[in-house]
């Protein structure tokens, strides 16, 4: 199995302007291009965590997404993040998984933040993705998903994991940073993957603190790199396969794992 080339971007984002933001973004792309797999952007990271999605939503075939398509076939990576999108007067915080060739696939955030009223704005998905780079099966997730294990577990049938790499993109705040680096330790460990969380930084229009711990974790969650806190930056890793595939078959937990099924 070919290694695979990750590049994780922590932004101080500019509240509802994607201008900035893209522009950005943009700035980080120039050092990267043609230089890995994956680049992995925050939640909504087109305008900060808003929760006006009529004003800043976007259809499917908007400018972000066009941006997207354009940077990923530039890059020659899948770029993924989520942003606002408007489907049949329904608003998602959908992430959206786009290839070099303009082809995309997505997931429409599951479990919305309560406590911000995002369930009173967006609808939520009700379907996991879990998607393919070199032979990497990979399941990217948002944020508040982070919090419910149920949702992100992995699979062991016919003697194949569902997937190889967990992706949280996150605008998590910095008063529950403790809970955001526990959990993404223990989903390392509990499905024996790879975990990539991508948060943002800085203060949001709503006074809220963001410090970043962006970070990829191994399948014993060891963190392998991480972004310093309420710093922007962007760090590059290559994951090596054999190293997982080497210790899941000496310590095979998923064929003890309980059978499930999500309603």
């Known amino acids: 199995m070919q290694n695979l080339i990750v590049t994780i971007i922590q932004p101080d984002l500019a509240w509802e302007d994607k ?30 965590f808003v929760m006006n999605p009529k004003a800043i939503a976007e259809p499917m075939e908007g400018p972000t997404m066009q941006w997207m398509a354009n940077y990923a ?45 995002e369930h009173l704005e967006f609808s939520n998905g009700q379907k996991r993705l879990v998607t393919e780079i070199n032979g990497w099966k990979i399941c990217p997730l948002v944020c508040y998903d982070l919090r419910f294990p149920v ?11 569902e997937y190889d790499i967990l992706i949280y993109v996150a605008n998590w705040p910095a008063r529950r940073s403790y809970a955001y680096r526990q ?31 962006s970070v990829i974790i191994d399948f014993k969650g060891n963190p392998l790199i991480d972004i310093s806190t309420d710093v922007e930056d962007m760090k590059t890793l290559m994951l090596d396969y054999d190293q997982i595939e080497e210790f899941r078959d000496g310590f095979t937990v998923g064929m003890d794992w309980d059978d499930f099924e999500i309603r």
């Open 19 to 48: 201008g900035a933001n893209l522009a950005k973004f943009e700035g980080f792309f120039q050092t990267i291009i043609g230089k890995q797999d994956l680049v992995v952007l925050p939640e909504m990271f087109n305008t900060g």
């Open 151 to 161: 949702w992100s577990k992995n699979t062991f049938q016919h003697g194949k994991y």
């Open 73 to 117: 076939g530039a890059t020659g990576s899948v770029i993924t993040g989520s942003l606002v999108i408007n489907e049949k007067d329904h608003f998602y915080n959908r992430l959206i998984w786009m290839t070099p060739d303009g082809n995309y696939s997505y997931y429409d955030k599951r479990h919305l933040f309560r406590f911000g009223n």
């Open 183 to 213: 959990l993404l330790i223990a989903r390392a460990i509990e499905n024996q993957s790879y975990v990539i969380g991508v948060n943002r930084v800085g203060v949001d229009g709503k006074g809220t603190m963001h410090q970043g711990d």
